[in-house]
Antibody
């Protein structure tokens, strides 16, 4: 059974940093592209970032480019999202998702709140 | 990277059909056959319902179907059931390994 478990969310002040983790199981992690998608409270889904299976290619939404960094550790079946220079508009539930037939499996999300 | 446009809401009675549109541009929806649709119930993670415009993952009822014409993709839910009441989001590849989601549609079963 495919499982994705996010962690690392919490309350952070504007300008601060946070590192999210997503631990995967039930599939060959090292063969799968992985994504982060976020959803502000009461709002829609927004694609954030993706990383190639071997970690050699990454892409970002314009809204987070230069502030967020996606990475992965295939030995630990984990994908990360390092978030720096956080702003109020980054407040959201952050989901990791596996790319197979599109985004075919999602975690339950981790909540990030940016507030003073 | 502008969000794809979806109607805010759609509704239908049990047994009826509802169709949700997803309008983009030639740089996303119109340029690639990589449109997917996700269902999200309140407080839950999204669930993949349609991928590559019209393909259904294993386990998704055949009441759900997808299509595309030009820059607009559509999701049709036939034979509406109470459990179909949810938010639905389209998503399209937009080139350069970027994806873009739609604005979301709340489907109500009357």
């Amino acid at each position: 059974e495919v499982q994705l478990v996010e962690s690392g969310g919490g309350l952070v002040q504007p300008g601060g940093s946070l590192r999210l983790s997503c631990e995967a199981s039930g599939f060959t992690f090292s063969s799968s592209w992985m994504h982060w998608v976020r959803q502000a409270p009461g709002k829609g889904l927004v694609w954030v970032s993706r990383i190639r299976s071997d970690g050699t290619y990454t892409a970002y939404a314009d809204s987070v480019k230069g502030r967020f960094t996606i990475s992965r550790d295939n030995a630990k079946d984990t994908v990360f999202l390092q978030m720096n220079s956080l702003r109020g508009e980054d407040t959201a539930m952050y989901y990791c998702a596996k790319e197979g037939s599109s985004l075919d499996y999602w975690g339950q999300g981790t909540l990030v709140t940016v507030s003073s | 990277q502008s969000a794809l446009t979806q109607p805010p809401s759609a509704s239908g009675s049990p047994g009826q059909s509802v169709t949700i549109s997803c309008t983009g541009t030639s740089s996303d929806v119109g340029g690639y056959n990589y449109v997917s649709w996700y269902q999200q119930h309140p407080g839950k993670a999204p669930k993949l319902m349609i991928y590559e415009v019209s393909k259904r993952p294993s386990g998704v009822p055949d009441r759900f179907s997808g299509s595309k014409s030009g820059n607009t993709a559509s999701l049709t839910v036939s034979g509406l059931q109470a459990e179909d009441e949810a938010d639905y989001y389209c998503c399209s590849y937009a080139g350069n390994y970027i994806d873009v989601f739609g604005t979301g549609t709340k489907v109500t079963v009357l």
